[in-house]
T-cell receptor, first 114, second 117 residues
Framework: SQKIEQNSEALNIQEGKTATLTCNYT??????LQWYRQDPGRGPVFLLL?????KEKRKERLKVTFDTTLKQSLFHITASQPADSATYLC?????????????FGTGTQLKVEL | DAGVIQSPRHEVTEMGQEVTLRCKPI?????LFWYRQTMMRGLELLIY????????DSGMPEDRFSAKMPNASFSTLKIQPSEPRDSAVYFC???????????????FGPGTRLTVL
């Protein structure tokens, strides 16, 4: 069966360090993958999209990698700050006939401590 | 732009009652999505529309759930009759889709927290 796995345990790191979050999937062949941030009581907010033919994508302090052989995406936040504390969701393209259907992982909660 | 607008923000109802959730997508967006989020199951896609037409409703849990999009600026998700297990946060999202690459981000509303007693 299809599955998207993100570390369900919260990730606690110190301010200034690099946070690395993992998204593993099985029985999908996504054309792209997206990462979203969700704060408590709010809807998810889009951060980055990476396509299957892209190995890496960067945006300011964020970096995403996509390995279709390992079926894994890594999401990095460099020089982390307490304001980066949130839940981060990966979402896979689950489209079978056009459109933009996404299947979301359950998310990893990140807490950046002073 | 005001973003995706959802109403109500909170709804508390009793089992068996009808519940209607409302969504106004971002102007100009042609795709609309309804999601449900719970601690146990995470964020699940219920149904999505493209150009007001339902494209995929395979995530709708059962016949008690129905969704409509009568025009490009309004959609409803109805639960009738509601049950305690329907308690969750329901999100509406919209995006601008071309039907192929590049695939665009989805913009989420603030959600409706539904509690069925």
């Amino acid at each position: 069966s299809q599955k998207i796995e993100q570390n369900s345990e919260a990730l606690n790191i110190q301010e200034g360090k690099t946070a690395t979050l993992t998204c593993n999937y099985t029985n999908y062949s996504p054309a792209y993958l997206q990462w979203y941030r969700q704060d408590p009581g709010r809807g998810p907010v889009f951060l980055l999209l990476i396509r299957e033919n892209e190995k890496e994508k960067r945006k300011e302090r964020l970096k995403v990698t996509f390995d279709t052989t390992l079926k894994q995406s890594l999401f990095h936040i460099t020089a982390s700050q307490p304001a980066d504390s949130a839940t981060y969701l990966c979402a896979l393209d689950a489209t079978t006939g056009g459109g933009n259907k996404l299947t979301f992982g359950t998310g990893t909660q990140l807490k950046v401590e002073l | 732009d005001a973003g995706v607008i959802q109403s109500p923000r909170h709804e508390v109802t009793e089992m068996g009652q009808e519940v209607t959730l409302r969504c106004k997508p971002i102007s100009g967006h042609n795709s609309l999505f309804w999601y449900r989020q719970t601690m146990m199951r995470g964020l699940e896609l219920l149904i999505y529309f493209n150009n007001n037409v339902p494209i995929d409703d395979s995530g709708m849990p059962e016949d008690r759930f129905s969704a409509k999009m009568p025009n490009a600026s309004f959609s409803t998700l109805k639960i009738q009759p509601s049950e305690p297990r329907d308690s969750a946060v329901y999100f509406c999202a919209s995006s601008l889709e071309s039907g192929g690459p590049p695939y665009n981000e989805q913009f989420f509303g603030p959600g409706t927290r539904l509690t069925v007693l």
